[in-house]
């Protein structure tokens, strides 16, 4: 059989293995949708474009244009279905990552507050007057001690809130803690402790073990490292007994800021005279060796602040500052008798030497303290705050515990910064050798450094009057060492 029409097109002719009565399928042309019964099978069912066929019978036709109107609409209404349960789906996925944050952030914000007990390590057992037993708190390699314990066994007493509690004595003495803050308040002076306080179980506060070492007086805490332990206790005084014991009063050692009034002096010492000048310096005795000589004995270091508010009484502009625009002052009187000593300095052939620094206040204190803190972590990445802290320390004074802040003291010399290399010029000999006829001391000496907290510093000079001056240079004594040595011959 012939496979080719009359067209000479080929076509495909039926088996001649078709059964009897079994009707060989006929292909049609595709017209657009093509409707098949229900029950046909899916695929028949599916939208068909096929060309058209030729045969004997029929003449060759073009295929009818698809016809995309017919299908366009449906699948779109299908793809919006499909993107907005996407959108829904991925705003409810936001949501919940959202809140997740949100909850995380919580929860760190509130452990900042509580420490719970598994999170932190416990290296000793506390032995709390004998009696009471409780794991210690290691927070940041700070040890910490639990201060609500160390109240009841001192008789505090406690007020404030749940977030800020004050801790008084029977003198009316107190210390002031605020929950996840690192600053303490004794006497209404404020004090830097090693580590936040921390609220535990039960609501017990607890604070760096150190702070009760450094500010709390009447305190016997021993540690033993055999077996592991702390023990705070009271101490006890001369003649008592397990029966009858007698206790030290529980004191803050911070009284705020204060002069030394009344003072019992030593008359061993030998007489203060008026110096000779080479110039003619009387219009300034009466600042150098001024009457009211106790007044300028403030003490203010690392254990005796000054409140951040504390303002010195007439400030007055330092004369002899360094020509660089710079405006410093200091209280009128160590002013004056700064004149004097510039004067005769001068006249002793040193004339370089100026002053680049005076008052400060408590703010100030604050921005060159934080300065330093910054410089040193950045020429030592791998520093911690704490460590960065501890090095800074040793050659500025944190805020509350600067004498600049009192107005009595000034930083001078002749380098284009101060450095300790200033002790090799003669300028600096010469000021040893004389600034404590004008009521001045060296703040820092080289050989106090253990006392004063502070390295060596040539150019720091600090005014006392010339009646104390002149007896702390004959015993050779610092500031720290003579009013201790006041308050002793006071005693007796």
Partial sequence: MNNFDENNEFVKRPSNNTQAGQQTPQRRVATGDIRRPNNAPQSNREQIRRPAQSNSNTKKQAPQAYSQKAHTPKIKKENLKIKSSDMLRNILIFIAMLAGLLIIG???????????????????????????????????????????????????IVSGSKDCLRYTVDNGEFAEFTVGS??????????????????????NVWIPLSFAESYISGLDIQYDEEHNTISINRQELSGSTKDNPFY?????????????????EDTDIGAVTTPDFINDLSEYEQYMDPQ?????????????????????????????????GRKEQMVECAEKALQALFIEMKSAGYTDVSVTSGYRSYNKQSSL?????????????????????????????????????????????????????????????????NCYKFGFVIRFPEDKVDITGYSFEPWHYRFVGRYHATRMYNLGMCLEEYVDYLSRAEEH
């Avoid at 506390?126 to 201060?147: A, C, P, Q, R």
């Avoid at 009211?292 to 951040?308: A, G, M, Q």
């Avoid at 508010?309 to 400030?315: A, D, M, Q, T, V």
């Avoid at 802290?389 to 500025?396: A, G």
């Fill in 292 to 324: 009211n000589r106790d007044d300028y004995l403030i003490l203010v270091n690392k254990t005796s602040h000054i409140d951040e508010n504390y303002l010195p009484e007439n400030l007055v502009s330092i004369t002899n500052v360094r020509k660089d």
């Fill in 369 to 433: 303290f934080n300065t330093y803190l910054q410089r040193e972590r950045a020429n030592n990445p791998s520093l911690t705050l704490e460590d960065a802290k501890e090095i800074v320390l040793t050659y500025s004074a944190f805020p509350g515990t600067s004498e600049h802040q009192t107005g009595l003291c000034v930083d001078m010399h002749n380098l284009s910064s101060a450095d300790v290399s200033f002790a090799n010029k003669a300028a600096y000999t010469w000021l040893k050798e």
């Fill in 106 to 156: 919580f929860s760190l914000l509130l452990s900042s507050l509580y420490v719970a007990p598994e999170k932190v390590k416990a290296n000793y057992t506390y032995i709390y007057d004998g009696k009471t037993e409780f794991s210690s708190v290691v927070v940041n390699k700070v040890l910490y001690m639990n201060m609500t314990e160390l109240s009841d066994m001192c008789n505090f």
């Fill in 182 to 203: 690192a600053s303490a308040k004794i006497n209404a002076d404020i004090v830097n402790m090693e580590g936040a306080a921390l609220v535990r179980e039960n609501e």
């Fill in 248 to 264: 030290s009063k529980i004191t803050f050692r911070i009284k705020g800021s204060q002069t030394l009034d009344g003072i019992k």
